[in-house]
């Protein structure tokens, strides 16, 4: 490639003349926003094991009391973003929220996107768009752009759950801001019950256009019982994973951000190829090692990591007798809208 002009090769007084009309010549700057081959990426692969955050955020439990927070949460964010940015990716936020027994977050809404993948205690509920969805370990429940939201705690041991949002890409967009709220009234109905079986939807559906978001909780008995059965009845398939989807539509689950789960058969190992998307991993049940490139990171049940794009991983589970269920979160469905998604195979990365 050839070499282009440096900021320095021009004259002192003509660069001042530009910045004075608030002019920068492109040149300098060109290859830096068009690297050759792949781009500029920020994101580092980082894994935050849960046995060390747990008990810091049980202390801000003990530190912080609810109406000082809003929110309790530690943010696991990317060393290559700068801590500050709070960002797991260039699109992703990801934080860890304790709510304790009794507590209650109060209600807001606004346009991020968010869910909540539950990782450990019973008893706590989040209510969206006046729908109570019941909180258990594994459980996906979806927090869609402008639906009210609050969490509440009836059991007994502090409740934990993994929140994934697109904030840092709509707060690029100069779109985030919240909507404080009252308390919701729960709808004795909860129309999301409607779509708890696979196959069937509401007829009314094909009467009208479809919702945007039908269903905000996806048990993970009912997940976990389609990976078992996919793995059991489809054995030759490559790699027994299943995507959240908008039953109404067959699409993803939310615009932005697309989800799955996986489950890794004993004993097995599967190479996803390099992909333009950043992937976050998290671990429901049992242990998967993730390789990509010189990183390499042993999930234990509840860790969760973050891999760039652009990059092959190797995901291998860690027992060759019991199955292990990877939760994946990535930003394929915006990059498909605006036609940036790419797939690599193995000779081109
Ligand atoms: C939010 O609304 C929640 O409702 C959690 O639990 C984390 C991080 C950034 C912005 C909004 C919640 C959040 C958040």
């Known amino acids: 490639m050839q070499e282009l002009g440096r900021l320095e090769d021009l004259p002192e007084d003509y660069r001042a003349a530009l910045t004075a009309q608030n002019l920068v010549p492109l040149w300098p700057s060109l290859r830096a926003v068009l690297p050759p081959f792949k781009p500029a990426i920020k994101t580092q692969p980082t894994c935050w094991p849960y046995q060390d955050l747990r008990p810091l955020l049980l202390q801000a439990g003990e530190l912080t009391p609810m109406e000082k927070a809003e929110r309790r949460v530690l943010v696991l964010a990317n060393p290559g973003h700068g801590l500050e940015k709070m960002q797991a990716s260039s699109t992703m936020y990801l934080g860890m929220q304790l709510l304790l027994p009794g507590e209650w977050a109060p209600a807001h809404r606004h346009t991020p996107n968010a869910v909540r993948m539950i990782v450990e205690g019973e008893g706590a509920y989040t209510t969206v768009d006046g729908e109570k969805c019941l909180m258990s370990r594994g459980d996906l429940i979806l927090t869609p752009t402008g639906l009210w939201h609050e969490h509440g705690h009836d059991g007994e041991q502090p409740v934990v759950w993994l929140d994934v949002l697109d ?4 707060y690029f967009m100069e ?41 905000l909780r996806y048990p993970w008995v009912d997940v976990r019982a389609a990976l078992e059965t996919l793995a059991r009845t489809q054995p030759e398939i490559e790699a027994v994973q299943v995507a959240y989807i908008n039953p109404e539509t067959g699409g993803d689950a939310q615009k ?55 990059t092959p991983i190797t995901l291998a589970n860690q027992s060759a007798t019991q199955p292990a269920f990877v939760f994946i979160a990535d930003d394929a469905p915006l990059q498909k809208k605006l036609g940036l998604y790419e797939v690599r195979d193995a000779r081109n990365v």
């Open 167 to 170: 904030l840092p890409i709509v």
């Open 175 to 215: 779109a985030s801001y919240v909507t404080e709220g009252k308390a919701q009234t729960v709808n004795s109905d909860a129309a999301g019950m409607a779509y708890q079986r696979g196959g069937v939807v509401p007829a009314p559906v094909f009467a009208r256009t479809p919702m945007a978001f039908p269903m």
């Open 256 to 310: 932005i951000l697309g989800f799955s789960a996986l489950m890794l058969r004993p004993g097995e190992t599967l190479n996803l190829p390099a992909r333009s998307t950043a992937m976050v991993f998290h671990q429901i049940e049992g242990s998967a090692s993730i390789t990509a490139d010189a990183s390499r990171f042993t999930l234990a049940e509840a860790d969760t990591c973050c891999i760039p794009g652009y």
